[in-house]
């Protein structure tokens, strides 16, 4: 069988948008690895820079594992098809 046939319009108005596409003047910056970190870690960091801070910190880190949990148990909820009552019954 032979390949699909392509209309001359067509192939030429496909050629020049992906031409501008890549014919950009400007080059995007080179990327960066994220220094990535905990919120006890940022906690701490944090605690120990400002020390106005660290008689907060035991409330701050209650409060980041208190999120976490919440989070783990709204997700579980979905895979375990527990809504509750802020689902429709219909």
Do not use: M
């Not at 020049?16 to 080179?30: C, G, V």
């Not at 990327?31 to 944090?46: A, D, G, H, P």
Request: hydrophobic fraction near 30%; aromatic fraction near 8%; include cysteine.
């Amino acid at each position: 069988s032979k390949p699909p046939s392509f209309h001359p319009q067509t192939k030429k108005q496909h050629q020049h948008s992906s031409s501008q596409l890549f014919s950009s003047p400007q080059t995007p910056p080179p990327l960066r690895k994220k220094q990535l970190k905990t919120f006890q870690r940022y906690l701490e960091i944090e605690c120990w820079k400002q020390s106005e801070y660290r008689s907060l910190e035991p409330v701050l880190a209650a409060i980041g594992r208190a999120v976490k949990e919440i989070n783990r148990i709204v997700q579980r909820a979905q895979t375990d098809d527990l809504y509750g009552a802020a689902v429709d019954a219909n």
